[in-house]
Structures are given as structure tokens and as C-alpha cells.
């Protein structure tokens, strides 16, 4: 979800490289990317309910430094709907690896059964 939407909207403006970032704080997970960066980049954060859940990093498009006040009311658009998907897939990455770790809790408990109840052969 989140490679289509770093793709789309790279393609859409014309631009020459979008990325996604998932995390509150800055160096968070890197999680899409299109393109190769250039210039200064412009950062949007993201947000779900008021709380920071990644950012967007977008170049500017070849010969300029900024971005037009219409580019950027498209981008904070746009970043509300990233938002969303971004915390989306936290959500999804956090029942992923819940569901991996209370796996690997049951099969060591059933483990640790199976070694009282069997009968130690030498």
C-alpha cells in the first residue's frame, strides 16, 4: 500500500523521488520509497488522530528549491490520507508480530509439557 502511494504521488506531480518513513521520532523505519533524491527535502509528517505516525519526504521537482502553495495543499491532502494507511500497516506489523511471539510462547510451553508428561529414556 504504502510503495503505491510513494509511487503514485511521485508520478502524479512529477517529482523526482517520494519516501515514507513509519514512527514517531525522526529515523524511524524506512517503509517506501520511488525515485532518487535531490535538493532539499520537503518533510510532512503524518499523523492519525492527532499523533505523529511517520513522515513524507519529497524532492522538489528539477530547477526549483520549493514546492507552489497549490503542490502543497495537494501534499497536506494527501498526507492526512497517508496518515491513515501509515497507521494501518503499524497496526498490522504490530498484530503480525504479536501473533509470531505468542506462537513461539505456546510452542514452548506445549514443549515444556510434553517433557513432564513423556517419560525420560536414556
Known amino acids: 500500500m504504502l510503495p503505491t502511494f510513494a509511487h ?12 515514507i518513513e513509519l514512527g514517531r521520532d525522526a529515523g524511524g523505519v524506512a517503509a517506501a520509497s520511488d525515485g532518487e533524491p535531490s535538493g532539499n527535502l520537503l518533510t510532512i509528517p503524518l499523523t492519525y488522530q492527532g499523533e505523529i ?26 498526507a492526512r490520507q497517508a496518515g491513515a494507511a501509515a497507521h494501518a ?3 498490522h506489523d504490530r498484530t503480525v508480530r504479536l501473533h509470531t ?3 513461539e510462547l505456546a510452542g514452548d510451553q506445549e514443549y515444556e509439557r510434553a517433557e513432564r508428561v513423556l517419560p525420560t529414556y536414556s
Open 101 to 103: 511471539e505468542a506462537l
Open 8 to 19: 503514485t504521488v511521485r508520478e502524479a506531480l512529477r517529482l523526482p523521488y517520494t519516501a
Open 89 to 91: 500497516v503499524g497496526l
Open 53 to 78: 505516525v511517520g513522515r513524507l519526504f519529497l524532492s522538489p521537482r528539477s530547477g526549483t528549491d520549493t514546492f507552489s502553495p497549490a503542490d502543497l495543499r495537494l501534499l497536506d491532502d494527501l
